[in-house]
């Protein structure tokens, strides 16, 4: 049979087309592998940005305006730094923290760790749910109807969800973050005067040209306490914890570890925009009308109506729902999944109730009391949420010196443990993490009386 | 019986009553006899610390040992990496239970005690996993021995027997040290395997797939996910990659192939046998989610005039893919499919039957280039095991086997 030269010519045409196309397919995998390896670090540090966070940041806003933006750079760099020693311990040992806690520190320590993080997340878990009463409380809903709802919501959702599933929820519930932003532009803020702020003030202040807008902060001990509460509010110690278990789940190896560790920027990079968001909407409004106190988010969500206009406060509103039910759907899982996975028992949603049911019933309990005690008529709510914020504060420092330990072991990170710049780093941020919860928990412990104007988050 | 937290941190004396240290470690030497405790190490503050050997061992109670022998006779402590060492490698460590067919962590380890003439021998009888142990754990040391056996009677129990026991350790050498097979866990359904392969970190991963056998590890390999048998491969050294992948279906191959780097790829494929690595090739120019992606080489393909005896002894006497087996598809003498038999059908049929007279109707196949979900369809339709693929001129190519239109259902869910 004799070919017609058409179609040797029809053929090679052919040929061309399926090299293209298997070019196409190649760049396609490595676009897919990418958003493969992102998620966990976008998703953890928005979890930051829950209900008491909005609290700590519009308090911030509101007492000091402009003047507390320059901390958001180097918070966020303090973000980045502990988030991603712990994405790449995961990333390397393919194990989560409170394995490698285990692990290493053995059964006894463990559980001393892992009851703190119960206690303590569950004070957080308390807290979104006041959140979530607040803020539908705004948009007239009662929080005997909508505290009920959100725990089912929240409750079925997780048990009934696939991880890939939820992921995509929870990245939704990311977007909604920038009602913030809309918020912050009706509030019509000197955008540029805020963007002056974001330099290191103290510097800036006392040069000439700016001295107009910029002016010195006042070092008093309630603006020194807003600033470990920004920070305590940012870097929690749950965060640890769920990043690396998610790191591990989506099996992110060495490899992929770069992908990761972008993942891991981004977030850092988006929460804190967020975060100045919320603070230059809050000093816009609240700050610039001489409204410098208030006792919950819901609050600075319905200050903002005279200021800025009903849909800001609106929106405001949403956002802190959308924190709180956000926080409220991960905070109670990643403890049972750390608390089970330290300890030994079996744990998963995809295992049987009775194959996990301590893994079930903690989860269970954990939104049921914690919407519970929300709906008690007489509620101590700010006790329970400084108590809350006292444990966090106690915690954090015990977590970072783990997570430090751990990250420089060579056995178990070989060529991975920080170079010794980074440990500089790394230590330097923990060390300041450290004093300042220190200094708070002082605030805390002998002078309660300022405690209704300390952060809460 | 006995738990090795009790004996951890045990005083010990000698045959004299002289106080000799503490019990820092056990160790088995799985050499030798695979549960036995053949040695404590006793430390003893800034001195060096003493090694005792199990016939050295006169009596052992929770939190005491006396030994048969003087402290002089005991020998000094060199690190040996043919010891397993209780509290480094096992407590709080994870192992794969391979009865339960799933990874748990030691909270605990029961011993047996068997007396022979004045001495002590400690057997691990079983793993402990629950509650029981998590108690011991948390308790020893803050109220008395008694007391914590009281109150781990009320727990219940959860223990792995010994035999089950598979420990993971990703260092190879070790393995060989320490005599550690795997053949408990070649023992387990692959789709078993693979679930606990899953659970497991990536260089506990790399270390069973190193330490099975290729045939075992090919059907592990294929139940897990995409990403992982693409992470397994590219580390693996391309020999054994090659070899692994072989002996894998060829559309799982080629799958696999196709997620690999273009470079690995090229490799492996250069490192399998030539016919083995053309099937692969000839698959992995098809779209992964067309009918020509999800399509096997392997497949039987007999003459319609053969008859049902003809074929059958046909199939014996090849090396037949029983999992392809489920459908023989009918060619004529051009080659071009004319229709496919069940092998339900085949068996049942009378010996001299023809088998163009045994084929189902109506006549049903796919190309190459047809999307899955047409694939879904025309298995839903027609109820199918199998659907043979066929080139633009009628030839069949290769066959979609339902397990792989389960296997891509599923992960679409």
Redesign the interface.
């Known amino acids: 049979m004799t070919t017609w030269p058409i179609f040797e010519k029809l053929e090679a045409l052919r040929l061309r087309g ?1 090299r293209v ?1 298997q070019r196409f ?2 760049v396609r ?1 490595r676009v897919a592998i990418i958003l ?1 390896v992102v998620g966990p670090g976008l998703i953890t540090s928005n979890v930051n940005n829950e209900a008491g966070g909005i609290y700590t940041y519009s308090l911030a806003g509101a007492q000091f305006g402009y003047n507390v933006l320059w901390i958001l750079i180097p918070m966020g760099f303090a973000l980045f730094v502990t988030e991603e020693m712990c994405a790449r311990m995961g990333a390397v ?3 989560g923290l409170s ?1 490698l806690i ?2 290493e520190y ?3 320590v ?2 001393f760790v892992m009851c703190a993080v119960l206690v303590v997340n569950f004070g957080n878990v308390l807290a979104e749910f006041a959140g979530v009463a607040t803020a539908m409380e705004l948009f007239g809903v009662s929080k005997y109807i909508s505290v009920p709802i959100a725990a089912i919501l929240v409750w079925g959702l997780v048990l009934q969800g ?1 991880s890939r599933w939820l992921e995509k929820i929870f990245m939704a519930f990311c977007l909604v973050y920038l009602s913030y932003v809309v918020s912050a532009v009706l509030a019509k803020p000197h955008w540029w005067v805020a963007a002056l702020h974001l330099l290191p003030t103290p510097l800036v202040g006392w040069v000439p040209p700016f001295q107009q807008w910029v002016k010195p902060p006042q070092w008093t001990p309630e603006y020194m306490l807003i600033l470990a509460g920004l920070l305590g509010a940012t870097i929690a110690p749950w965060q640890h914890f769920y990043l690396q278990a998610a790191v ?1 789940e989506k ?1 992110v ?3 992929q570890y770069r992908q990761a560790r972008t993942d891991v920027m981004v977030g850092s990079i988006s929460a804190t925009i967020i975060i100045f968001f919320i603070i230059v909407c809050a000093a816009a409004t609240l700050f610039t009308a001489g409204q410098h106190h208030i006792s919950n988010a819901g609050d600075a969500a319905k200050a903002l109506e005279p200021l800025a206009g009903r849909f800001a406060s609106a929106l405001f509103a949403l956002g802190l729902l959308n924190a709180s039910l956000f926080a409220a759907s991960i905070l109670p899982l990643s403890t049972c999944y750390v608390i089970c996975e330290g ?2 028992f079996e744990a998963g949603v995809d295992r049987k109730w009775n194959e996990a049911p301590i893994f079930y019933w903690l989860y269970t309990a954990m939104i049921v009391f914690g919407a519970g005690l929300i709906l008690m008529p007489k509620a101590p709510l700010v006790r329970v949420a400084v108590l809350s914020q006292v444990g966090q504060g106690l915690l954090l420092p015990f977590i970072l010196l783990f997570v430090l330990m751990l990250v420089n072991r060579r056995d178990l990170m070989g060529e991975q443990t920080n170079s010794r710049t980074y440990n500089v780093l790394a230590w330097g941020t923990s060390l300041a993490m450290i004093l300042l919860t220190l200094a708070l928990l002082w605030v805390g412990l002998f002078r309660p009386q300022d405690l209704p104007a300390a952060p809460v988050g | 019986m006995l738990h090795a937290t009790e004996v951890l941190g045990a005083e010990t004396y000698d045959a004299g009553g002289n106080f000799v240290g503490r019990v820092k470690e056990l160790f088995i030497e799985p050499a030798d006899q695979p549960n036995r405790v053949s040695r404590l190490l006793l430390g003893r503050g800034q001195y060096q610390p003493l090694v005792a050997r199990h016939e050295q061992v006169a009596f052992v109670a929770p939190g005491t040992i006396r030994l048969n022998v003087n402290e002089k006779a005991l020998e000094l402590y060199q690190p040996n990496e043919s010891w397993l060492a209780v509290r480094k490698d096992l407590l709080d460590q994870q192992i794969i239970d391979t009865s339960g067919r799933k990874v748990v962590r030691v909270n605990d380890l029961d011993l047996h005690e068997q007396r022979t003439n004045g001495t002590v021998e400690m057997r691990v009888s079983q793993v402990d996993v629950g509650l029981k142990g998590a108690a011991r754990r948390l308790l020893q040391g803050i109220v008395s021995h008694s007391v914590i056996r009281r109150i781990q009677e009320k727990l219940p129990p959860r223990a792995i027997r010994w035999e089950f026991v598979n420990l993971i350790e990703p260092d190879p050498l070790r393995r060989v040290k320490l005599r550690m097979t795997q053949e408990k866990l070649a023992r387990l359904h692959p789709a078993d395997l693979a679930d606990i392969m899953e659970e497991l970190s990536p260089a506990e991963r790399q270390a069973i797939v190193a330490s099975l056998d290729e045939e075992t590890a090919a059907e592990a390999l294929a139940e897990l996910d995409a990403r992982l048998q693409a992470q397994i491969v590219e580390k693996l050294d391309p020999e054994k990659a090659a070899d692994i992948i072989e002996e894998m279906d060829p559309d799982e191959a080629a799958d696999l192939l196709a997620d690999l780097s273009p470079e690995t790829s090229r490799e492996l494929l250069q490192e399998m046998p030539r016919e083995e690595a053309q099937e692969v090739r000839a698959l992995l120019r098809f779209e992964e989610n067309s009918a020509g992606g999800m399509m096997n080489t392997d497949f039987v393909l007999v003459g319609e005039t053969a008859t049902r005896n003809e074929v059958v002894e046909w199939i014996r006497g090849h090396d037949v893919n029983l999992e392809q087996l489920d459908t023989v598809f009918l060619v004529d003498q051009d080659a071009g499919f004319t229709g496919a038999v069940g092998t339900a059908r085949l068996l049942l049929a009378a010996s001299e039957q023809k088998l163009a007279t045994l084929r189902s109707e109506p006549l049903v196949s796919i190309s190459p280039e047809s999307s899955e979900k047409e694939v879904f369809e025309l298995f839903d339709k027609y109820n199918l095991r199998s659907l043979v693929v066929v080139d633009p001129s009628g030839r069949p190519i290769g066959a979609i086997t339902v397990d792989d239109v389960v296997s891509r259902l599923r992960s679409r869910l």
């Open positions: 399926q196309l397919r190649r995998r493969a040992t393919g194990k394995d285990r692990e053995g059964f006894r463990t559980f696939t591990v099996r190896g060495p490899r300890l030994g």
